[in-house]
């Protein structure tokens, strides 16, 4: 596709429950990043991928949450045993090739996770 | 930590109307400045940047200006349309240490109605 696609759309669970995110990125961006964003706040970074490592896990609030990259491409964020403060909506966005500053981030729609 | 404070809305104009959103940023170093928008059903995407000091970015009749004195990037625009609401964040690259890439730290968010 042409843009940065994610899904599911929304996710509602019960607390407790483990949940799925995914990330498809614009093919051939090497970046890949998960932000946050609760109700009333601005986005939070939770971390960045260079390819399938992640250099920068500083963002993820606590060991519940985990994210992997495979083939550089598809990137899935794991949230177990979901508390209600996880609520929020998850965004994900990729850069072009190679590093440095000033490479645009393209969001994806984001992904509205409800924790009843 | 580096941080951004943006104007909280909601902001309400009527069409045609002088637009100004505040932006103001703490960081260490020199980061580049970014106003993202969001329209309704839409994901994030960027409206303007400017990478050093008194730069001025500008796209789609929206204006901001790095002041690095006033640690400010504030959007303008002179005459706002319908089709200009929609959500505008304000952030700031932040250099990640290890990969060598940039997360981006946002403001909250302003919404900005704009009336017929």
């Known amino acids: 596709g042409a843009g940065v696609s994610q899904s599911p759309s929304n996710k509602v669970t019960e607390k407790g429950k483990d949940v799925e995110l995914r990330c498809d990125p614009i093919s051939g961006h090497t970046a890949l990043y998960w932000y946050r964003q609760r109700l009333g706040q601005g986005l939070e970074f939770l971390i960045y991928f260079q390819g399938n490592s992640a250099p920068d896990k500083s963002g993820l609030p606590s060991d519940r949450f985990s994210a992997e990259r495979t083939g550089e491409s598809v990137s899935t964020l794991t949230i177990q045993r979901t508390q209600q403060e996880d609520s929020a909506v998850y965004l994900c966005a990729s850069s072009s090739p190679g590093t440095g500053i000033n490479n645009e981030q393209f969001f994806g729609p984001g992904t509205r996770l409800t924790v009843l | 930590g580096d941080s951004v404070t943006q104007m909280e809305g909601p902001v309400t104009l009527s069409e045609e109307a002088f637009l100004t959103i505040n932006c103001t940023y703490t960081a260490t170093g020199y980061p580049s400045l970014f106003w993202y928008v969001q329209y309704p059903g839409e994901g994030l995407q960027l409206l303007l940047k400017?990478?050093?000091?008194?730069d001025k970015g500008s796209n789609k009749g929206f204006e901001a200006t790095y002041r690095k004195e006033t640690t400010s990037f504030h959007l303008e625009k002179g005459s706002v349309q319908v089709s200009d609401s929609a959500v505008y964040f304000c952030?700031?690259?932040?250099?990640?240490?290890?990969?060598?890439?940039?997360?981006?730290?946002f403001g909250k968010g302003t919404k900005l109605t704009v009336n017929p």
């Open positions: 952030a700031l690259s932040a250099f990640i240490t290890q990969g060598g890439s940039e997360k981006l730290v």
């Open positions: 400017a990478t050093k000091a008194d």
